[in-house]
């Protein structure tokens, strides 16, 4: 069965410094890749997708992710973090494969925490 | 454009009684899904309906649980006799169809079991 795994369950760091977000996956095809953020008590607010194409993906609110696939990752990027990016990051793939299923299974979260 | 709604925001049931909980998916989208989130833990998915048809119902417990997407009218996720396990936010995201990626997520409904 397909899996999502994010390593780091808490993070924090000081605003104006750079983060990455690491997600790995376990598929033996190139699913669809996705990054999803959530803020305290809110719904999830889709960052970026990876479909195809392109290994580099940017996003709103100044996000990138990169997909490797020798490494099975889709690790998230931001160059300068704001205090405003505090909240839980969601990693999930969708591993449609024209058979039915088209769910997304997502990883346990990152909550991420912004210092001033 | 109104986004995929759901309602309640907030739901509170005492043990054995019966919660139902609303989605309307997005204009143009015919295709939903819902996902429950446990306390400090990722979304796990539940169901895959399109209209008037469960599609992938894998993730749903076997018992009390049901869902319905009618022709007309929201997708219903319906808990029979709730026990306070079941206590969690429970979202629906919808989409244009299988392999889009394109799902919008409600803001969700918190289920409290008292």
């Known amino acids: 069965a397909q899996s999502v795994t994010q390593p780091d369950i808490h993070i924090t760091v000081s605003e104006g410094a750079s983060l990455e977000l690491r997600c790995n996956y376990s598929y033996g095809a190139t699913p669809y890749l996705f990054w999803y953020v959530q803020s305290p008590g809110q719904g999830l607010q889709l960052l970026l997708k990876y479909f195809s194409g392109d290994t580099l993906v940017q996003g709103i609110k100044g996000f990138e992710a990169e997909f490797k696939r020798s490494q099975s990752s889709f690790n998230l990027r931001k160059p300068s973090v704001q205090w405003s990016d505090t909240a839980e990051y969601f990693c999930a793939v969708n591993m449609y494969s024209g058979g039915g299923a088209d769910g997304l299974t997502f990883g346990k979260g990152t909550h991420l925490i912004i210092q001033p | 454009n109104a986004g995929v709604m759901q309602n309640p925001r907030h739901l509170v049931r005492r043990r054995g009684q019966e919660a139902r909980l609303r989605c309307s998916p997005m204009?143009?989208?015919?295709?939903v899904y819902w996902y429950r989130q446990l306390p400090e833990e990722g979304l796990k998915f539940m169901v895959y309906l399109q209209k008037e048809n469960i599609i992938d119902e894998s993730g749903m417990p076997k018992e009390r649980f049901s869902a319905e997407f009618p022709k007309e009218g929201p997708s219903i996720l319906r808990i029979q006799q709730v026990v306070r396990g079941d206590s969690a936010a429970y979202f629906c995201?919808?989409?244009?169809?299988?392999?889009?990626?394109?799902?919008?997520f409600g803001s969700g409904t918190r289920l409290t079991v008292v």
């Open positions: 204009k143009g989208h015919s295709h």
């Open positions: 995201a919808s989409s244009t169809g299988q392999g889009s990626g394109g799902y919008t």
